[in-house]
């Protein structure tokens, strides 16, 4: 690993151990009304509104030195990398030979066969149909025996 790409990582994470530890530190909106009744935060190391300011300050600087050193790192590590970027990714690894894998022991296929099991057991479809076969219209299906006819009803006789 290059020596600059280690830099950065290590800036990268004293960082974001201090972003956490700051806002940990800050206290929320509420506890002013707190501070205002004697709590005590008027004899701080900052003063009474120095911690504030200073908290935050310090927040702000730690997340510019994350985010600069996030963009640093995204840059090192792809300035070495050469070509599309479909080269490079999860699928580096992948086999190019995408062939559905043989049973252990079995011959191997024949150049034209298919790799995929079973697929010599279905036939193939004919070419174009036969022109010296007469083509016959289908027979109306018979009614089931629960249907009724679907003739008109019989008027009843007077």
């Avoid at 940990?24 to 008027?42: C, E, H, R, T, V």
């Avoid at 036969?130 to 009803?153: I, L, N, R």
């Amino acid at each position: 690993m290059p020596l600059m790409l280690k830099i950065l990582l290590a800036v990268q994470v004293i960082s974001a151990l201090a972003i956490i530890v700051l806002v940990l530190l800050q206290q929320g909106k509420g506890a002013d009304m707190g501070s205002a009744f004697g709590s005590g935060s008027a004899g701080s190391l900052f003063g009474a509104t120095g911690a504030a300011n200073f908290l935050s300050r310090a927040t702000k600087w730690a997340a510019v030195v994350f985010f600069a050193s996030t963009a640093g790192l995204a840059y090192v590590s792809h300035k070495g990398t050469s070509g599309p970027a479909v080269d490079s990714g999860v699928m580096q690894s992948y086999p190019a030979d995408r062939s559905v894998p043989q049973v252990p022991g079995a011959a191997p296929a024949p150049a034209g066969a298919s790799s995929v099991p079973g697929a010599s057991s279905v036939p193939a479809a004919p070419a174009k149909p036969d022109a010296s076969v007469p083509s016959v219209p289908a027979a109306p299906a018979a009614p089931a025996a629960g249907d009724k006819p679907t003739e008109a009803p019989a008027t009843p006789a007077k």
